[in-house]
């Protein structure tokens, strides 16, 4: 069995065999030791919880020894009152019984919730049953695994228990009837003792062996006075008796019957002083029953206020336990939102770190593109240069023709110094449109 404070914190653990003892105490505790003999206190919050358990500890412990046990096997459920079960009682019980089967409980062969009378230690019922239900009181719930040879052995129960089979029994024990015997049984009452979940503190286990030691020597205390007084009243109740019958018989053997009578006063007179013994005797035992009792009732009330403290010491580590699960709750939840948060700022920078890239590969096209439009345009520069130079000296050899062009008919056209007449000079023909008719001409000369 692993015993852990929260979910991920273990504080120690212990192995469960057939030795192994976990104790049902009031209010939902349980305690049990340890490999390291370390005492251990368990709180339930309810007490199913707490039964179902115990109901698996008694499995494991009948699993530690295997299908072959032999002993009877219990662990107590639920904390009874009054009185324990012993033999001879009878019990008013209530009952459901199951197979032991597969390192489990298994089938449910028989139950009764109305109630089941038997008296203990008479043999009506199986074996594992008058031993089981002893100790149990009235109340209390106790799981019984018993096996085969202390139920019904190889026969078993047609269509109901297999032969050789191991039971599980959860009895509850309803009510109790102690035998005559046990009633007139005389008992010197000592004051009731207190369930107080135990504390894993070697302090309060002091506190409560002093305390118990303390009660136990009172009532031994008590008990042998009152033995010892006893017995010496009856001591010398024999003496006086039988110096009275010597007497008598002296006093026949003489026929000194006046005598003995005369003499009658002393044994009259120590019964008196007898009786005013007893008397006083009695007495000292009412005060020391009273200072007895008076003790008991202080010494129960301090364990009243011990079982307090220790319940509020219980309350208060309780507490302390749950604010330190909240706090560690508290770290793991932040530690997770931390965590998905770098998780999603990851995610991000990976998304930021592809669209960069994208960008950068597109900014990278983009100025080749560029270069390739600045070289096209510096081509485009060079041949509009080269156009306009090859114009230029097309125009310039345009020029350097119409004027070689022009020079012929300028001399054709000069009037002669014997020519009387003077002749209107004509415009040069038009290279370009070539002889045209008077109309045009005149037209482009004006």
Same mark, same amino acid.
């Given at each position: 069995?692993?015993?852990?404070?929260?979910?991920?914190?273990?504080?120690?653990?212990?192995?469960?065999?057939?030795? =192994?003892?976990?104790?049902?105490?009031?209010?939902?505790?349980?305690? =049990?030791?340890?490999?390291?003999?370390?005492?251990?206190?368990?709180?339930?919050?309810?007490?199913?919880?707490?039964?179902?358990?115990?109901?698996?500890?008694?499995?494991?412990?009948?699993? @530690?020894?295997?299908?072959?046990?032999?002993?009877?096997?219990?662990?107590?459920?639920?904390?009874?009152?009054?009185?324990?079960?012993?033999?001879?009682?009878?019990?008013?019980?209530?009952?459901?019984?199951?197979?032991?089967?597969?390192?489990?409980?298994?089938?449910?062969?028989?139950?009764?919730?109305?109630?089941?009378?038997?008296?203990?230690?008479?043999?009506?019922?199986?074996?594992?049953?008058?031993?089981?239900?002893?100790?149990?009181?009235?109340?209390?719930?106790?799981?019984?695994?018993?096996?085969?040879?202390?139920?019904?052995?190889?026969?078993?129960?047609?269509?109901?228990?297999?032969?050789?089979?191991?039971?599980?029994?959860?009895?509850?024990?309803?009510?109790?009837?102690?035998?005559?015997?046990?009633?007139?049984?005389?008992?010197?009452?000592?004051?009731?003792?207190?369930?107080?979940?135990?504390?894993? $503190?070697?302090?309060?286990?002091?506190? $409560?062996?002093?305390?118990?030691? =303390?009660?136990?020597?009172?009532?031994?205390?008590?008990?042998?006075?009152?033995?010892?007084?006893?017995?010496?009243?009856? @001591?010398?109740?024999?003496?006086?008796?039988?110096?009275?019958?010597?007497?008598?018989?002296?006093?026949?053997?003489?026929?000194?019957?006046?005598?003995?009578?005369?003499?009658?006063?002393?044994?009259?007179?120590?019964?008196?002083?007898?009786?005013?013994?007893?008397?006083?005797?009695?007495?000292?035992?009412?005060?020391?029953?009273?200072?007895?009792?008076?003790?008991?009732?202080?010494?129960?009330?301090?364990?009243?206020?011990?079982?307090?403290?220790?319940?509020?010491?219980? $309350?208060?580590?309780?507490?302390?336990?749950?604010?330190?699960?909240?706090?560690?709750?508290? =770290?793991?939840?932040?530690?997770?939102?931390?965590?998905?948060?770098?998780?999603?700022?990851?995610?991000?920078?990976?998304?930021?770190?592809?669209?960069?890239?994208?960008?950068?590969?597109?900014?990278?096209?983009?100025?080749?593109?560029?270069?390739?439009?600045?070289?096209?345009?510096?081509?485009?520069?060079?041949?509009?240069?080269?156009?306009?130079?090859?114009?230029?000296?097309?125009?310039?050899?345009?020029?350097?023709?119409?004027?070689?062009?022009?020079?012929?008919?300028?001399?054709?056209?000069?009037?002669?110094?014997?020519?009387?007449?003077?002749?209107?000079?004509?415009?040069?023909?038009?290279?370009?449109?070539?002889?045209?008719?008077?109309?045009?001409?005149?037209?482009?000369?004006?």
């Amino acid at each position: 069995m692993l015993l852990y404070l929260s979910n991920n914190k273990h504080v120690t653990s212990v192995k469960v065999d057939a030795s =192994f003892n976990m104790t049902i105490q009031a209010s939902n505790y349980a305690s =049990f030791y340890d490999d390291a003999r370390q005492a251990w206190s368990l709180h339930f919050t309810s007490t199913e919880d707490a039964v179902k358990l115990a109901k698996e500890i008694a499995v494991c412990k009948a699993n @530690s020894v295997g299908p072959a046990f032999s002993q009877l096997l219990k662990q107590d459920l639920v904390l009874g009152e009054g009185q324990p079960v012993d033999k001879g009682d009878s019990v008013e019980v209530v009952y459901t019984g199951c197979l032991l089967e597969n390192n489990g409980i298994g089938k449910v062969f028989d139950s009764n919730d109305k109630g089941f009378r038997f008296k203990v230690g008479a043999g009506k019922v199986i074996r594992g049953w008058d031993e089981g239900t002893v100790g149990l009181c009235k109340g209390g719930r106790r799981v019984l695994i018993i096996p085969s040879s202390l139920a019904y052995g190889s026969q078993g129960v047609s269509g109901r228990i297999p032969p050789n089979a191991n039971l599980v029994f959860d009895v509850e024990v309803k009510k109790v009837k102690h035998s005559k015997e046990k009633k007139q049984e005389v008992t010197i009452a000592t004051p009731p003792k207190i369930d107080t979940p135990p504390i894993d $503190r070697k302090s309060s286990d002091t506190v $409560r062996d002093r305390t118990q030691s =303390f009660e136990d020597q009172l009532v031994q205390h008590q008990t042998t006075e009152v033995r010892l007084e006893l017995a010496k009243l009856v @001591s010398k109740v024999e003496d006086i008796s039988g110096k009275i019958d010597k007497m008598r018989e002296e006093g026949a053997d003489s026929g000194l019957g006046g005598a003995l009578a005369a003499r009658g006063p002393s044994p009259s007179m120590e019964a008196t002083v007898l009786l005013h013994n007893i008397q006083r005797i009695i007495q000292d035992n009412e005060h020391l029953k009273r200072d007895v009792f008076e003790k008991s009732a202080r010494i129960e009330t301090q364990n009243t206020k011990i079982a307090e403290l220790l319940e509020r010491n219980q $309350r208060f580590v309780e507490q302390s336990n749950t604010m330190m699960e909240q706090r560690s709750d508290t =770290f793991k939840n932040t530690a997770a939102q931390s965590q998905v948060k770098v998780l999603q700022l990851e995610q991000e920078k990976v998304q930021l770190t592809t669209d960069l890239s994208s960008t950068t590969a597109q900014l990278s096209t983009l100025h080749m593109e560029m270069s390739n439009i600045r070289k096209n345009e510096s081509d485009l520069k060079q041949q509009l240069a080269t156009t306009v130079a090859e114009l230029h000296q097309n125009t310039q050899n345009f020029t350097i023709l119409k004027q070689k062009q022009d020079e012929p008919a300028a001399k054709q056209d000069e009037p002669t110094k014997d020519s009387p007449e003077t002749t209107k000079a004509k415009p040069p023909p038009n290279p370009l449109f070539g002889d045209d008719d008077d109309d045009d001409k005149d037209e482009w000369w004006n």
